[in-house]
């Protein structure tokens, strides 16, 4: 209840402040409520306000979780100037429903077409750019070395290798792959990856996009790759946290860890040094497929309803700059998306930039490139995978099922 | 004003408008925010809408869609566990009800920390027996380890899950038929108990012939409150295992969050149709009972 009078007390607040915004004056309403986000959104707007001294940002920062559904609130009933979201289909229902602006303009004036090129595909949809990204993640297995010499395993090349690997992380008495599967998507980045791996990006991109059905047999390749490692996954991932499972990577009870670039910060916590936190791509699987990677990507834009849409742009434009991503993103420990930006002197910052721009495609994330009620499907679906992978039959029926109704 | 111009007419109607009057804010309140918004839902369940954008009349499609949905078919099933399994609630409630309605020292004190379940927060329930159940850090994998030799995390196990969370919820509800059993026992008639000694009745034949039937209205709020409270049983399952593993733990009223509410929800259409779902069945089982206790009044 409390939580709700919070909400409508903000909703209410957002309300007055956006009918006195004065011109010269933005709006922006975001959700960085972590304590490195928020200092780096101060740092972005003291800049811009500094850069352009006639226009002053009015900053709404929500909490992370509440955001998701104030977003949808916000834009129809009072919209501000700029609004955070993300890239691929998670902003498509906005972009139909007519709430975000063409952005297009943005991007030609300020030559952003070249220098957010890595980005440029997951910000377009019919034709036109509907935002600006601002950073992204690599994703990748994290591994720890102490746990691999005491294994006496090296650093797999390929996925054949990874799994008879996994035996040996076995015969050592530690779980060769964990994950904390309670929220559904640590399990769905082993899927995409899996999947991209094993059928490529174009393959991948069909399947959320709905051109091809769950029950193809190269779906069923997928699974069959991840059989092979499930019986050497944490028992019980569907039951805790990811933050849980990180520790179980920390204390050397488990080797590996599919996972994004933001865990490095709880890996650490839970004691792990740059020394023996590992990072590595995920190896291949089918040799010769193009290798493409998970980079979920974050984003600005521009609500159709602001009333402050030129100095909006001025904002969108200053944000997609090599210097403001620079700034920003040294202080996300991110990456920036700004190819003339300089990513932070940070080993895991310098391996995913590697990782990142010498991949063949990116791809956002399963709960980004998929429809909304085709992912949350999808990672129930994986959820009673791990649980119980002879079920793959029915559990991909099933999904073909759900895929029929959103894709029609 | 109306009272200068027609000062006879509120003389001659005060009794009547009176109670009127008194009852208007709650009926304004009641009409704003639950009858209004049950004709609403049940409007919405013909559309097809996002939230964001135009609405799209789809008669009963979203009905037609929801029977031929598995995840409706293991929330219903889910529901139907939790209203058999709720009902221990009652027993239970009346067993700790009989044992502490004794007069020893400290009994207030006792009553009070067998109330407390119901006091704290659903969430922090939930929360209390995840981490009971938390392979790895909670003590009942442990307990099961030491018997079996394998350890069980319920909530990770779809066949267990379930039952993990209601085990929870009935920890609260419990104590709250407690609390109702113990004002019921309050006003047990004694010389019906003292007649019922001398006549050589004890132990189990005292209970069901002579406490039992005077209990029968504390009975019936217990099982309209556990009925309800299994029907609408929400907070438990977002706070212990977000409806999963696998979606094994839905119920209808998360199912609705779900699909309208929740991050990847966008079906408000859906939603609504699986919330008059709901909203018929607890009509079902409520009017049941209103029907069953104006008779009752009646003959009384």
């Not at chain 1, 720890?144 to 992380?169: H, L, M, R, S």
């Not at chain 2, 809408?49 to 929330?75: E, P």
């Not at chain 2, 399952?237 to 929740?262: C, D, H, N, W």
Request: aromatic content about 14%.
């Amino acid at each position: 209840m409390t939580y709700f009078k919070t909400l409508t007390g903000m909703a209410l607040g957002l309300a007055l402040s956006a009918s006195t915004a004065l011109a010269g004056e933005i709006v922006l309403n975001s959700d960085q409520s972590d304590p490195a986000p928020k200092k780096a959104m101060e740092e972005l707007i003291a800049g811009f306000e500094k850069a352009n001294p006639d226009i002053k940002v009015k900053w709404n920062n929500f909490d992370h979780e509440g955001y998701k559904s104030a977003i949808r609130n916000f834009l129809t009933a009072d919209a501000p100037d700029v609004a955070a979201w993300y890239a691929g289909n998670r902003m498509a229902p906005f972009v139909k429903a007519g709430l975000f602006e063409d952005v297009s303009d943005v991007w030609k004036d300020a030559g952003l077409d070249d220098q957010l090129k890595s980005a440029a595909a997951s910000m377009t949809m019919d034709g036109k750019k509907w935002g600006v990204p601002y950073t992204y993640y690599q994703w990748g297995i994290y591994y720890n070395k102490d746990v691999y010499k005491k294994a006496g395993v090296t650093e797999p090349k390929n996925w054949a290798e990874f799994v008879a690997n996994c035996e040996k992380f076995k015969a050592a008495g530690v779980d060769c792959v964990t994950t904390g599967n309670k929220g559904g998507w640590p399990a769905a980045g082993i899927f995409d990856y899996i999947n991209m791996r094993t059928n490529g990006y174009e393959f991948h991109m069909d399947l959320t996009a709905g051109k091809v059905k769950w029950t193809d047999e190269k779906v069923k390749a997928t699974f069959a790759e991840w059989a092979k490692i499930v019986p050497y996954m944490s028992a019980n991932s569907n039951a805790i946290d990811w933050q849980d499972a990180a520790a179980l990577l920390a204390q050397g009870k488990a080797a590996n860890y599919v996972m994004g670039n933001f865990a490095v910060a709880t890996f650490k916590q839970g004691g792990m040094t740059n020394d023996n936190l590992g990072f590595m791509i995920f190896p291949e699987i089918t040799a010769g497929i193009p290798r493409a990677e998970e980079a979920p990507t974050d984003t600005f834009h521009i609500p159709s309803g602001a009333k402050n849409k030129a100095d909006a742009k001025k904002f969108l434009a200053y944000v997609a700059s090599p210097d403001a991503q620079t700034a920003m993103n040294g202080i996300l420990g991110q990456l920036p998306v700004n190819n003339k930006a300089t990513a932070a002197d940070d080993p895991y910052i310098k391996a995913g930039f590697e990782e990142l721009s010498s991949a063949y495609a990116l791809a956002q994330f399963f709960d980004r490139d998929a429809p909304a009620d085709m992912a949350k499907a999808g990672m129930d679906g994986f959820q009673e995978f791990i649980g119980k992978p002879e079920s793959i039959d029915a559990i991909l029926e099933k999904l073909q099922k759900v895929a029929d109704k959103v894709y029609k | 004003m109306e009272q200068k111009t027609q000062p006879s007419f509120w003389k001659k109607n005060q009794r009547a408008l009176a109670p009127w009057l008194f009852l208007a804010p709650g009926m304004i309140m009641f009409l704003i925010y639950v009858i209004y918004p049950i004709f609403e839902s049940v409007n919405l369940s013909f559309y097809e809408w996002d939230g964001l954008g135009a609405k799209t009349y789809i008669g009963v499609q979203n009905y037609v869609d929801l029977l031929d949905d598995d995840s409706f078919y293991t929330s219903l099933w889910n529901n139907l566990i939790w209203l058999l399994l709720y009902m221990l609630a009652i027993p239970a409630g009346l067993a700790v009800a009989l044992f502490l309605n004794q007069t020893v020292a400290g009994i207030r004190i006792y009553k009070s920390l067998f109330f407390f379940p119901f006091v704290i927060s659903q969430v922090v329930v939930g929360l209390i027996f995840t981490w009971f159940y938390a392979p790895g850090f909670g003590i009942l994998p442990h307990v099961f380890n030491f018997f079996t030799g394998t350890p069980i995390a319920i909530l990770a196990d779809e066949r267990y899950a379930t039952y993990g969370v209601i085990a929870a919820g009935l920890w609260p509800q419990t104590a709250y038929c407690m609390i109702l059993y113990l004002t019921g026992l309050n006003n047990i008639s004694p010389d019906q108990v003292e007649a019922a000694r001398m006549d050589k009745a004890k132990g189990w034949s005292m209970l069901w012939h002579i406490i039992l039937p005077q209990l029968r209205p504390a009975t019936f709020i217990a099982l309209v409150v556990t009925i309800i409270g299994a029907l609408r049983s929400f907070d438990l399952i977002s706070i212990m295992t977000v409806g999963g593993p696998g979606g094994a733990t839905r119920v209808l009223s998360y199912f609705m969050y779900e699909k309208s509410f929740s991050e990847y929800g966008f079906a408000m259409g859906y939603g609504a149709a699986i919330a008059v779902v709901l909203f018929a069945i607890m009509l079902v089982f409520i009017s049941l009972f209103i029907v069953r206790m104006l008779s009752q009044e009646r003959n009384a």
